[in-house]
């Protein structure tokens, strides 16, 4: 840092005597982070509002897809929108801020569902007793579910293709705080006819990457969505 040597020793040792480094090895005069910078960084991350943070991450989607970004959470086995962003999107959808949808039959949900243990997953599924085809794609079965949720977590990314909505394409991505806890999703929706499979794995990876970036400014420290 091209800092004279003097100034480096009073900076480290103000540093040192509040608490945010510690000796490393007092023989070698080497230093280590201490437990007063964790705990800033703790605060800092405990006060982000991921919500209002991850806006600028689902309108930049919005603008480079020209579609409908979500973002949503799950409560007590559902999801719940909690954004939504569009830039001259050309789908119509009934998803709209507050609304519940099933998690089994919509990309955000699989995407949740594909981070959660399998107990959970079929805990989830047994709760949802009155299971609806909402349309010819919706799947009902628990094996058919567990088998899509294991090729979301092989591609990075969860797929709705028409299974919630007619001619509603959906990629979806979750989000993940500093405990490695899933605590979002996020989505672009467009219409099926307008996807291919090229479409497809370009905007699997933006809403990817964007789920990476949201979840490193939530803590996440990993550098892939399922593990």
């Known amino acids: 840092m091209d800092i004279p040597k003097s100034s480096t020793y009073d ?28 705990e800033l960084g ?3 991350l405990e006060k982000i509002d991921f919500h209002k943070m991850s806006r600028s991450f689902l ?3 919005s603008v480079k897809t020209s579609e409908t970004v979500f973002m949503a959470i799950e409560e007590k086995g ?3 929108y909690l954004d939504r962003v569009e830039k001259n999107s050309s789908i119509t959808t009934s998803a709209g801020l507050g609304i519940r949808r099933p998690m089994y039959c919509t990309g955000l949900g699989k995407a949740l569902l594909a981070a959660y ?5 079929q805990e989830i599924w047994n709760r949802n007793t009155d299971k609806i085809a909402y349309t010819p794609a919706t799947i009902l079965e628990l094996d058919k579910l567990l088998e899509d949720l294991s090729l979301t977590r092989e591609r990075g990314y969860a797929i709705d293709n028409r ?20 605590v979002a999703a996020i989505s672009i929706a467009s219409i099926y006819l307008k996807m291919d499979t090229a479409k497809t794995e370009l905007f699997g990876k933006m809403i990817t990457n964007a789920a990476l970036e949201i979840s490193k400014r939530l803590g996440f420290r990993r550098i892939r969505l399922f593990f």
């Open 42 to 44: 703790m605060s800092v």
């Open 78 to 80: 559902t999801i719940v």
């Open 117 to 121: 243990p399998v107990e959970r997953v």
């Open 11 to 38: 900076l480290i040792y103000t540093l040192l005597e509040a608490g945010m480094v510690e000796f490393d090895s007092k023989e070698l005069k080497t230093f280590r982070l201490g437990l007063k910078m964790f």
């Open 163 to 182: 299974e919630m909505e007619d001619e509603i394409f959906c990629v979806a991505a979750p989000v993940y705080d500093r405990t490695e806890k899933p």
């Open 59 to 61: 309108e930049e989607l």
